[in-house]
């Protein structure tokens, strides 16, 4: 029998925080923009300038650490990362190693074995660097310092996870917890959260950690998955035909489904690290502190117990909703205006969710606003429309934010309230469909259903199904009625 291996993965994740300006200087830190027109002599590294700490950024890395259980250094450093890289302008970094903002924390994930806690060893915070573009067509590589300066903070996990199902249950949480605090946006697709991830594998059993590489390049959930796989695998192979594991940086090709070597494996020594001199320590009170913490809002979990309690939705559809800061948001705005928590859960669940399945789309990217689905349900309550017509006008509301009622009154579609009117096509529909009617009468229930399907129809979907119903059923018995009494008198002449 052949040796079983453990695999072993720590992630360093970086998070672009959601500061309007970069960490040292006033600079913008949107997303686009014409490249390098979001710079100045700070973020380009020009010589004599000097950095100014963003105080959003330590709020925002206090509060990420006090959310993962992180003890708060309340005296913290910046240190010069030292390298030399054409997207880099001042060829170092300015980073935090000997004494970051947060250390020696933790969240707790669910595996198929249970709850397990994934040890956070520190969270420090840096600038980004700059963009390379190589153009190939002109044969050169092109820089924008628009991102250099952006403000990060880099949460660095302990070795605790055994599988790509366990690191994505990390990544899963840590984007929530960070997206409920406000901190990010954490888009993988824009960068804003990126994953570096250190594989290594050991035989089972064994104690000391086996040689690990690093993994780049990872801008999905599937990518990091395929990465961690491919990788073991690679690296089993080695040990299993007598090689070594070398100590390495490795970049991932989702395309090729590979990775390749970039380059051997620095240690901090390769950096020269050594504490900025132009920026004064970072130095966090004890008010300081407890204003941030004052300020945590409802995370995820608490809000999943208060659903539960408050609203008597299904413990699925609780979690559906609480799984996205901005759909718990709708949600919960929409509830307060309308005191109807299962009605809107059934739309965001039901015709939300399937129109977002069907754009590609992520609860994130919703745009219509809570004030329109609460006035959608109740014009259906109130019965000024039916529920046929309900999921029309949501679709434009999911995808335009249409006012619902005057899109209604626009195009027609309110609900037919004379009844005279609809006892007329209800009568015309019996008159045109004999078998359906005597099929009816004979005792076929379902034969109802085509009935009010035709009636439906030619009143152009803008009558209320229940009414429709019960003024057929209601002419049907008539006619029943009227058969059995002519039935009767003829039998006794």
Not at 194 to 213: C, K, P
Not at 401 to 413: F, I, R, S
Not at 473 to 493: D, H, P, V
Request: charged share 25%; proline share 4%.
């Amino acid at each position: 029998m052949g040796k079983q291996y453990e695999t072993v993965i720590g992630l360093e994740v970086h998070v672009e925080l959601a500061t309007k300006t970069k960490i040292f200087c006033g600079c913008s830190t949107a997303f686009g923009g014409a490249p390098n027109t979001h710079t100045c002599p700070v973020c380009t590294g020009m010589p004599g300038s000097l950095p100014v700490l963003n105080k959003q950024v330590v709020e925002y890395a206090m509060a990420v650490g006090l959310a993962t259980n992180c003890q708060i250094n309340q005296y913290s450093r910046f240190d010069r990362k030292n390298y030399f890289y054409p997207d880099n302008p001042q060829n170092y970094q300015i980073s935090q190693l000997y004494l970051p903002i947060c250390h020696d924390g933790g969240i707790e994930i669910e595996t198929a074995q249970g709850v397990k806690t994934v040890g956070i060893h520190e969270i420090h915070m840096e600038e980004d660097a700059g963009k390379l573009i190589h153009d190939e067509l002109e044969d050169c590589s092109l820089v924008d310092y628009n991102r250099s300066g952006v403000p990060l903070i880099e949460i660095v996990s302990k070795p605790d996870m055994r599988s790509a199902e366990e690191v994505i249950a990390y990544l899963d949480k840590l984007r929530l917890i960070i997206q409920y605090l406000g901190a990010s946006d954490c888009k993988l697709q824009e960068g804003s959260m990126r994953a570096d991830v250190n594989v290594s594998v050991r035989e089972l059993g064994a104690e000391q950690l086996g040689t690990r590489t690093e993994m780049k390049n990872l801008n999905s959930f599937r990518a990091i998955s395929r990465a961690i796989e491919n990788e073991t695998n690679r690296q089993i192979d080695l040990l299993e035909s007598g090689e070594q594991v070398v100590q390495e940086t490795r970049r991932w090709d989702d395309a090729g489904e590979c990775s390749y070597a970039m380059r051997s494996k620095e240690d901090a020594q390769d950096y020269r690290y050594f504490p900025d001199p132009d920026l004064v320590p970072v130095i966090i009170s004890d008010e300081w502190m407890e204003r941030v913490r004052a300020k945590q809002p409802e995370l995820r979990e608490q809000k999943l117990a208060r659903y539960l309690r408050e609203f008597a939705i299904p413990e699925y559809d609780a979690k559906i909703l609480t799984g996205s800061k901005h759909l718990a948001d709708i949600f919960e705005e929409a509830t307060a205006l309308c005191r109807k928590p299962k009605k809107v859960s059934n739309w965001l669940m039901g015709e939300n969710l399937r129109l977002l399945k069907e754009e590609g789309a992520e609860p994130e990217e919703l745009t219509f606003s809570a004030e329109h689905l609460s006035a959608l349900i109740d014009l259906v309550d109130e019965g000024l429309i039916n529920g046929t017509v309900a999921k029309t006008v949501f679709e434009e509301i999911f995808r335009n934010d249409v006012e619902p009622m005057e899109y209604v009154k626009l195009h027609g579609l309110q609900t037919v309230k004379d009844e005279g009117a609809l006892y007329r096509v209800v009568e015309e529909v019996i008159a045109s469909n004999p078998q359906s009617v005597t099929d009816y009468l004979g005792g076929k229930e379902k034969a109802i259903g085509f009935l009010v399907g035709q009636t439906m129809k030619a009143m152009k979907g803008k009558a209320d199904p229940g009414s429709v119903n019960r003024m057929l059923k209601e002419a049907l018995a008539k006619r029943q009625a009227g058969a059995s009494k002519a039935g009767g008198n003829g039998s006794g002449l």
